[in-house]
Nanobody, 126 residues
Framework: QVQLVESGGGSVQAGGSLRLSCVAS????????MGWFRQAPGKEREEVAKISAAGGITYYADSVKGRFTISRDNAKNTLYLQMNGLKSEDTAMYYCAARGSLPCSSGAAPSEYKYWGQGTQVTVSS
């Protein structure tokens, strides 16, 4: 069965760093555009970053550009999100997701993603 398992979340002080990982199984990971989302309490789930199937094209939300880096290792079926310069507003549950047959370029809505992980909590204190 399809599984996306995130790890690496935790509590850090503002300005700190975390690296999230997401291990995929049960589907053709290397053929999927992959994304990271986050959702804070009372807010909508928002796309933070996404990366093309081969890893050559990346997209970032303006709020994280220059601070977060998405990458992937297709040999290990693993997606990463390096988060530097963390701010209190980055506090949220972070999810990895796979787009299935849709290319990265077609949009950023959660409904465009086919598979989801359970999430990992990131808390940034100021």
């Amino acid at each position: 069965q399809v599984q996306l398992v995130e790890s690496g979340g935790g509590s850090v002080q503002a300005g700190g760093s975390l690296r999230l990982s997401c291990v995929a199984s049960g589907f053709t990971y290397g053929s999927n555009c992959m994304g990271w989302f986050r959702q804070a309490p009372g807010k909508e789930r928002e796309e933070v970053a996404k990366i093309s199937a081969a890893g050559g094209i990346t997209y970032y939300a303006d709020s994280v550009k220059g601070r977060f880096t998405i990458s992937r290792d297709n040999a290990k079926n693993t997606l990463y999100l390096q988060m530097n310069g963390l701010k209190s507003e980055d506090t949220a549950m972070y999810y990895c997701a796979a787009r299935g047959s849709l290319p990265c370029s077609s949009g950023a809505a959660p409904s465009e993603y086919k598979y989801w992980g359970q999430g990992t909590q990131v808390t940034v204190s100021s």
